[in-house]
């Protein structure tokens, strides 16, 4: 079992902080801050600049901390937050399946860390290395209650209209 929860958080930990490697760095084929700010941007959150940085981290922090099995239900509910967020406003409405943009990746790497949470993060952890007990049911249904209402706080920040001003000319131009 040691050895399937490692392998569990070493892959899905280390998606997820490639994704915030991405975001942050620009690494692996990403945008860096200034192209996932100007995505985030389009999706409506502005200023995209912080955002991109929050993103970013909580990806790259999240995904190490799962993978190196460190502070587990802290680094489940940033994963949970990040894929959920992502789920409610990028993949729902193109359905399930992931060859059409749907949220069935995402999901499954939200509810991997939350499984992690509920099991533990195994023998070969940080956490266990320093005798810390983080796991079960009610660190694993704390975890997931905050990064649920992360992502409500984040998704709801969101300004869906653009300013007045985005796009108009000065009546002197």
Do not use: C
Request: aromatic share 10%; charged share 10%.
């Amino acid at each position: 079992m040691d050895i399937g929860l490692l392998l569990i958080r070493l892959t899905v930990g280390g998606i997820i902080a490639a994704h915030g490697a991405q975001k942050l760095l620009g690494a692996f084929g990403g945008h860096g801050i200034p192209g996932t700010a100007g995505f985030l941007e389009s999706l409506g959150f502005r200023p995209g600049r912080p955002y991109a940085w929050l993103l970013g981290t909580a990806e790259a922090v999240g995904g190490l901390l799962l993978a190196l099995g460190f502070l587990t239900p802290v680094s489940a509910a940033a994963v949970t937050g990040v894929m959920v967020t992502a789920i409610a406003v990028v993949h729902w409405q193109k359905g399930f399946f992931a060859q059409n943009g749907g949220y069935e990746f995402p999901l499954l790497l939200a509810v991997a860390a939350i499984a992690v949470a509920f099991a533990g993060p195994g023998r070969y952890s940080l956490d266990q290395a320093l005798d810390w007990q983080l796991a079960g049911g009610s660190w694993a249904v704390a975890a997931a209650a905050l990064g649920v209402l992360v992502s409500a706080a984040t998704a709801a920040s969101r300004n869906h209209r653009l300013p007045y001003w985005r796009g108009r000319r000065s009546a002197t131009a």
